[in-house]
């Protein structure tokens, strides 16, 4: 099996004394496992680290065998954060998520589309915090666990929707989620949509909804945590004043 196209590198480890064994997330051949050849070389070690983009040359006898692969660095790669601790941060906690997330060899264009968009909003720290809510929930969505945020789960009004049930991912109005207030997860306006500007707390609110599903959903079931980088990116984000 092979194929030629971009990818986005989410995880690059040792393997021998000169390879390095990459996971790359591509839009038609979904998560992909790949040993690159003189990948420990200090040539290429910058352009393999977590969120870098490259145009993947990938070649597997079947498709169910590790592939080995030629890369090629596009454009700057996360040099461009270096400068931004709290972003770099970001990105390690979205590829670990994509990574544990996605199943190998499984097509996920919409995933690939939500993931590059993050990883242009990185270089906007008033910005990507919430980009990286809305990328969470469009994984979700396309593993099949999409949350119901168009109406109330109990009365069906489209307005005033505030909660989201934490068993069903359905939206909640304020009043028929009253009496279950404590029990309720928040839902942040921006969440509903493009126009809804961002308060105080939304961002928080809008990563404890997002982690709360990944959790029950994805990396339960798996009977593993959700990724240790995106409980510091949520420390960090809270050190910085940004939730």
Known sequence: ??????????????????????????????RRGAYVAGGASRKMKPFLQAGSRVICDYRARTSDHLGSARLEAVGEGVAALFD????????????????????????HPGAFLAFEALMTAFQIPAVWPAIFVRFEAGLLEDLGFGLDLSRCAATGTLD????VSPRTGRAVSRDAGAP???KMLKLPPFMLGAQAGLGEGDVGAGLDLTGHFLEQFVFHPQNRPIPEARVWMVDRLKESGRL
């Open 1 to 30: 099996m092979d194929f030629h196209e971009e990818a986005f590198v989410l995880s690059a480890r040792a393997h021998g004394d000169t390879g390095v064994v990459v996971d790359l997330l591509t839009e038609s051949h979904g």
């Open 84 to 107: 931004d601790a709290v972003a770099l941060t970001g990105l390690s906690a979205a590829a670990a998520v994509a990574q544990g997330a996605l199943p190998e060899r499984e097509p």
């Open 160 to 163: 005033d929707l505030i909660y």
């Open 180 to 182: 279950y207030a404590d």
